[in-house]
């Protein structure tokens, strides 16, 4: 298993950066993908970015050239770099994780973008 904690969300006006962090631990050698979704309210949940074992990097259109997905293997945490927050941005963003075919969630954090 896997247990994941998301931090860094908040409150930010529009324009502005946030990075939060995913800090994995337990069979963390065992992760395929790890990566952050979001859900915002009224609607279903999405996957915001994800970069596998071997390193690479998928994006949601809406947040492309925005956004950036980062892993320290050191320290087992995974980052997301949010530039440009846009209102629509605002959701609970939460980490996932896929080991064996299962997946496994952060208890996510709340960013809420201002205008």
């Known amino acids: 298993q896997v247990q994941l904690v998301e931090s860094g969300g908040g409150l930010v006006q529009a324009g502005g950066s946030l990075r939060l962090s995913c800090a994995a631990s337990?069979?963390?050698?065992?992760?395929?993908?790890i990566g952050w979704y979001r859900q915002a309210p009224g609607k279903q949940r999405e996957l915001v970015a994800r970069?596998?074992?071997?390193?690479?990097?998928n994006y949601v259109d809406s947040v492309k050239g925005r956004f950036t997905i980062s892993r320290d293997n050191a320290k087992n945490t995974v980052y997301l770099q949010m530039n440009s927050l846009k209102v629509e941005d605002t959701a609970v963003y939460y980490c996932n994780a896929v080991l064996w075919g299962a997946n496994y969630w952060g208890q996510g954090t709340q960013v809420t973008v201002s205008s």
């Open positions: 337990g069979s963390t050698s065992s992760i395929s993908f």
């Open positions: 970069i596998s074992s071997g390193g690479s990097t």
